[in-house]
């Protein structure tokens, strides 16, 4: 597939972009190259190569997550590393 190079234009979020500049830098790679990967991978595939969705919890589901995540940052709930202390405690 090597052969003449071609130019294109992308239009992203500068932020995003940004962003993604200093994941691929970190990478050892630009954004180009990490386009061509992306482009080749899904040519490789016959898709784009990673799942796409609209999976986003239900409302009901990020309330019981902004709740666990309070009970578990909460120091006056116990928390416990030894199960069978935990099964002790839940026959009380």
């Given at each position: 597939m090597a052969g003449f190079t071609t130019n294109i234009t992308?239009?992203?979020d500068s932020d995003l972009k940004a962003q993604s500049d200093r994941l691929f830098g970190?990478?050892?790679m630009?954004?180009?190259?990490?386009f061509n990967i992306f482009v080749r991978?899904?040519?490789?595939?016959?898709?784009?190569?990673?799942?796409?969705?609209?999976?986003?919890?239900?409302?009901e589901?990020?309330?019981?997550?902004?709740?666990a995540e309070?009970?578990?940052?909460?120091?006056?709930?116990?928390g416990y590393t030894d199960l069978d202390e935990l099964f002790t405690d839940l026959k009380v």
């Open positions: 992308i239009c992203m970190e990478l050892g630009n954004l180009t190259t990490a991978q899904s040519l490789r595939e016959g898709r784009i190569p990673f799942d796409i969705s609209l999976n986003q919890p239900s409302s589901t990020v309330v019981a997550m902004l709740e309070g009970i578990a940052k909460d120091p006056a709930v116990k």
